[in-house]
Each structure stands twice: as structure tokens, then as C-alpha cells.
Nanobody, 114 residues
Framework: VQLQASGGGLVQAGGSLRLSCAAS????????MYWHRQAPGKERELVAS???????NYADSVKGRFTISRDNVKRTVYLQMSNLQPEDTAVYYC?????????WGQGTQVTVSS
């Protein structure tokens, strides 16, 4: 299983970014996909998830600002982030639980300036 995240960058507060995570090596449509993030000096935290039935869940801190989606044909999960704030600055990781093990992508840096 390989997960390739992209789309991070530097953005001003109030701006938007869309992260992408392309998956390979698994039957993508069957799996719940997750986005986590880790800010400097903090633990990694769950941001959003989307099930195979497209049921979505979000951390309270991002509700109403972030949207997770998936394209099963492209085997890609997305995280649309709007109204970004400096506290959203972190490395963002996509991941999947595959055969009892969490598989992580390499992460993509999101930096929000005030």
C-alpha cells in the first residue's frame, strides 16, 4: 500500500488549499480513508475521515471549514480546506487501516500565515 499526499503550501489566513492523497496497492473503494495532522510540538490528531459509503466525520476544530471527499475511480481522497487559520499549520497525512496496520502517506506541509 502506498499513499502519496500533495497540495500543501503557504497560504494567508482566510485562504484555501486542497490536499490530495493518491492510493495504490489496495481496493481503495472498500476502505475508510483518514486525514490527520501534526503541528510542531503537538501530537498527531485526526482531522477528518470518509467511509466507503461516503460517510464523513470531522474534528470539531475544522467543522464547517474543511471538507473531505473521495474519488474511487482515481483512488484519491481530498481535503478541501477553507478559511484557514494559523492554528491549522501542520504536516497533513493521509492514512488507511489496512490488514490491521495503519499505513501512512509521507505528509504534506501546510503553513498559514497571519
Amino acid at each position: 500500500v502506498q499513499l502519496q499526499a500533495s497540495g500543501g503550501g503557504l497560504v494567508q489566513a482566510g485562504g484555501s488549499l486542497r490536499l490530495s492523497c493518491a492510493a495504490s496497492g489496495l481496493n481503495f473503494r472498500l476502505f475508510t480513508m483518514y486525514w490527520h495532522r501534526q503541528a510542531p510540538g503537538k501530537e498527531r490528531e485526526l482531522v477528518a475521515s470518509i467511509t466507503s459509503e461516503h460517510e464523513r466525520n470531522y474534528a470539531d476544530s475544522v467543522k464547517g471549514r474543511f471538507t473531505i471527499s473521495r474519488d474511487n475511480v482515481k483512488r484519491t481522497v481530498y481535503l478541501q480546506m477553507s478559511n484557514l487559520q494559523p492554528e491549522d499549520t501542520a504536516v497533513y497525512y493521509c492514512n488507511v487501516l489496512y490488514r490491521g496496520t495503519t499505513r501512512w502517506g509521507q505528509g504534506t506541509q501546510v503553513t498559514v500565515s497571519s
